[in-house]
């Protein structure tokens, strides 16, 4: 097939342990999926999940043992750091059960999830849709990609961030209000999910501004650290 202008490059992640890569579908994200982090943005709550999307292009991959690097963008002067768990999506489907979900999962990596808060809150004042703040270039640092026959299904477990070898978040995957599986149930009841789509499953608190310069090492127990530098 011929196209009249060249086609576009498709984003992809490394995967631990193979020379092949993960291509990039689709970035789905969850909004206020801790409670803490719920509550230092103004919210309590379990609330019924709610998503948005990053485009693929989004996605910065970061390879192992690398210090990725990301340009401060424009537009904004309050640029924050979110750490998640991102779920790599290898086999699709519909209104997937919890229970089956885990059968629907690739593997899993650390995430962040850039955010032009300024702009963000702005959109949310004039209920406008928040694009801006989020789903902006270079928005999705990625690191590889573990598959979950390495890793096995991840459940709980440690995630942490530090700016410059400061501590800026701290807790737990367990600590989820929507754990993965369910995440998985109630995103493809509104989207049908295919291989290669992403889940970056929400951020716990103390989320904070970032400066060129600054360096982001964000972890997760048995996923390895994701080193991003904002240029």
């Known amino acids: 097939m011929a196209y009249v202008i060249s086609a576009p490059a498709i984003p992809s992640l490394p995967v631990v342990g193979s020379a092949d890569r993960f291509p990039v579908r689709r970035v789905y994200c969850v909004g206020r999926n801790y409670e803490a982090h719920a509550k230092e943005m103004g919210f309590t ?14 996605v910065v991959p970061v390879e192992a ?22 779920v790599a999506i290898g086999k699709g489907g519909k209104n997937i059960s919890a229970a089956d979900a885990a059968k629907h999962i690739y ?3 650390v995430g962040l999830d850039m955010t032009r808060r300024d702009l963000q809150g702005d959109m949310k004042k004039q209920g406008r849709p928040w694009c801006i703040g989020k789903a902006f270039d270079q928005s999705a640092p990625i690191g ?6 390495a890793s096995g299904e991840i459940t709980k477990g440690a995630l942490s961030l530090t ?6 978040q701290s807790s737990d995957v367990s600590m989820l209000i929507w754990n993965v599986n369910e995440v998985i149930e109630h995103l493809s009841a509104a989207w049908e999910l295919a291989p290669g789509d992403l889940i970056m ?31």
């Open 45 to 58: 709550g379990r609330e019924p999940p709610f998503f948005f999307l990053k485009p693929a292009d989004a």
């Open 65 to 86: 043992g690398t210090v990725g690097q990301i340009d401060y963008p424009s537009q904004t002067k309050d640029f924050h750091h979110e750490i998640e768990l991102v």
């Open 107 to 109: 593997g899993y990596a």
């Open 144 to 149: 590889p990609i573990t598959p979950i026959t």
């Open 163 to 168: 700016v410059n070898d400061k501590p800026r």
């Open 201 to 231: 499953t929400g951020t716990p608190e103390g989320v904070a501004a970032v400066v060129s310069g600054d360096r982001m090492s964000g972890r997760i127990e048995g996923l390895g650290t994701l080193d991003v530098v904002v240029r």
